[in-house]
């Protein structure tokens, strides 16, 4: 594989690699940084040829969920504040959460990971039913389940921490 390829990988996909990583190192941004190398020295060291983009993002994508989990899924939680807190997702993309963005983050955090990588794959990488599948390896009628189940979840979470916020816990 050719320099000014793997630049283009990079570029292509450096913020979803670590938008995933951020999300299962519960925003350690060290960690997530750690991954986020390891990954692409991966597509260095293994000199991966693809098919089609498809395929790139679907290896990128299962490299950085199987590395997530061998080694930093056993990382504590990070306690999130009520104020905005500015996020970095990657070194050209800055923006600010609000309280709500905060408890939803908080929320996904706390998904175990088969249900963690479904809605990451499905609502921050736009990803369908059907391209999720085939990325990790599942039948689609499970991503569906998974994606619903994690959603319940999710509703569970959120109505937990409004009812503490309303309580005034923190």
């Known amino acids: 594989m050719e320099i000014n390829q793997i630049e283009d990988i990079v570029d292509q996909y450096d913020d979803m690699v670590y938008r995933i990583a951020l999300f299962h190192t519960g925003n350690n941004r060290e960690d997530a940084n750690d991954i986020f190398q390891d990954v692409f020295?991966?597509?260095?060291?293994?000199r991966m040829y693809f098919n089609s983009s498809e395929h790139c993002k679907a290896w990128l994508i299962r490299v950085?969920?199987?590395?997530c989990k061998k080694n930093y899924s056993q990382k504590k939680e990070i306690l999130l504040g009520d104020e905005e807190i500015e996020r970095t997702i990657s070194k050209n993309s800055t923006y600010k959460m609000s309280v709500e963005s905060e408890d939803l983050y908080e929320a996904i955090c706390k998904l175990p990971p088969k249900y963690k990588n479904i809605i990451i794959l499905?609502?921050?990488e736009n990803m369908t039913c059907k391209e999720i599948s085939?990325?990790?390896g599942i039948k689609e009628v499970s991503v569906r389940k998974r994606l619903s189940r994690a959603r319940g979840e999710l509703r569970m979470y959120m109505e937990e921490g409004r009812k503490?916020?309303?309580q005034g816990e923190y």
Not at 41 to 46: E, P, V
Not at 64 to 67: K, R
């Open 122 to 124: 499905f609502y921050f």
């Open 164 to 166: 503490r916020n309303e």
């Open 134 to 136: 085939r990325c990790i």
């Open 41 to 46: 020295l991966t597509l260095i060291k293994k």
């Open 64 to 67: 950085t969920i199987n590395l």
